[in-house]
């Protein structure tokens, strides 16, 4: 079952990225083909951080000669590449609808995106075919999050309920934006076909792909934006790829994948390198204890690749030890993209050499 994917891209092997090539049998999905380089704080040198970027690249290139089908998540560079006609030329993409539930500078990378993917694949232009804007009601996600609305956090309570309602106004003002928008319609030609996928199934290859409504990329309004989780059934196996859900901080989405019953879980980690700035105790401690949860209640669970936000800093899994541990009790194998291929995360290189 493991063959039936293989990492092509995470952050442990050294550049931002979250990457997979999935085998469906008929054919190949390769999901977020994006690269960015590490941050300033990471722990090695410049050079090294170019030459993993390049490699990752590189990998994702390569990958995409194999692949039929890709998948974009959301418009953050670790998850696309904007513009590389290798990795969409010939292809059905299935990407996140860039009209709705994303943030302004989602909305203007999805922009150049889909203006270099008509141009370059099919020699239009998008400000031809871009249609009007439409009066639509947009339900605010929280008001489904029952689990993390009815948990008490402490001392920490009144200051989320603050948060929260400043939350509640600035997905408010997206709304309006969203009205505003002129629409970015699927594309489709001779060698293209873009695809939005938001809350859709697509039968392919003898496999079922069902991604999620937009998800927080994060905590609840997180202002960076909306992702698609994609679970993948391929009859005798199942995969669930979460995107960027932060560890899930959301106690809500850790139900989700519980329920969905994965075999292997791609999962990213809480980003730790931002703890006391993005990231405070009150919500590592929930991204910790979601995981543990997903450990101990997904019955079908026999990998999770713990990576992305997590593996840029060393002390990872000291943060993070009892997801560790329980993976361990439950007999599931809980590793990184680079353990999994038998490498040793680039975070610790420079660290333990």
């Given at each position: 079952m493991e063959d039936a994917f293989?990492?092509?891209?995470?952050?442990?092997?050294?550049?931002?990225?979250?990457?997979?090539?999935?085998?469906?049998?008929?054919?190949?999905?390769?999901?977020?083909?994006?690269?960015?380089?590490?941050?300033?704080?990471?722990?090695?040198?410049?050079?090294?951080?170019?030459?993993?970027?390049?490699?990752?690249?590189?990998?994702?290139?390569?990958?995409?000669?194999?692949a039929s089908i890709v998948v974009i998540t959301h418009y953050h560079y670790d998850h696309y590449?904007?513009?590389?006609?290798?990795?969409?030329?010939?292809?059905?993409?299935?990407?996140k609808d860039p009209n709705k539930y994303i943030n302004g500078s989602q909305r203007r990378r999805a922009l150049s995106f889909y203006a270099n993917y008509l141009s370059i694949l099919g020699g239009g232009r998008l400000e031809e075919v871009l249609e009007p804007p439409r009066e639509e009601e947009y339900p605010?996600?929280?008001?489904?999050?029952?689990?993390?609305?009815?948990?008490?956090?402490?001392?920490y309570e009144e200051r989320r309920r603050e948060l929260l309602e400043k939350g509640r106004r600035w997905f408010e003002r997206r709304v309006e934006e969203w009205r505003r928008y002129r629409r970015i319609p699927e594309l489709r030609g001779e060698g293209f076909e873009a695809r939005f996928a938001d809350g859709r199934s697509f039968e392919l290859c003898g496999s079922r792909l069902r991604f999620t409504e937009p998800l927080f990329h994060?905590?609840?309004?997180?202002?960076?934006?909306?992702?698609?989780?994609?679970?993948?059934?391929?009859?005798?196996?199942?995969?669930?790829?979460?995107?960027?859900?932060?560890?899930?901080?959301?106690?809500?989405?850790?139900?989700?994948?519980?329920?969905?019953?994965?075999?292997?879980?791609?999962?990213?980690?809480?980003?730790?390198?931002?703890?006391?700035?993005?990231?405070?105790?009150?919500?590592?401690?929930r991204a910790v204890d979601n995981a543990v949860?997903?450990?101990?209640?997904?019955?079908?669970?026999?990998?999770v690749i713990y990576d992305h936000h997590l593996l840029r800093e060393p002390r990872y899994m000291e943060r993070t030890m009892p997801v560790w541990r329980e993976a361990e009790k439950q007999g599931v194998r809980l590793t990184t993209a680079a353990g999994h291929l038998g490498l040793k995360p680039a975070v610790l290189r420079s660290v333990q050499a």
């Open positions: 293989r990492p092509v891209w995470f952050d442990s092997m050294g550049a931002k990225s979250s990457s997979i090539l999935v085998d469906l049998g008929g054919c190949r999905l390769l999901v977020d083909p994006g690269v960015a380089i590490m941050h300033l704080s990471f722990p090695a040198s410049v050079e090294d951080k170019v030459r993993w970027a390049e490699e990752g690249y590189e990998a994702i290139r390569s990958a995409a000669t194999e590449t904007d513009f590389d006609p290798m990795l969409y030329r010939d292809k059905l993409l299935l990407a605010d996600m929280l008001e489904d999050l029952g689990e993390a609305l009815s948990k008490s956090f402490g001392d994060g905590v609840e309004y997180s202002r960076v934006g909306w992702v698609l989780g994609l679970t993948i059934d391929r009859g005798k196996w199942r995969i669930h790829y979460s995107s960027d859900i932060n560890g899930p901080i959301i106690e809500d989405y850790a139900s989700m994948i519980i329920d969905l019953n994965p075999h292997i879980l791609i999962l990213d980690g809480p980003p730790t390198y931002m703890l006391g700035y993005m990231l405070n105790n009150t919500n590592l401690r949860r997903i450990l101990r209640e997904a019955e079908r669970l026999e990998l």
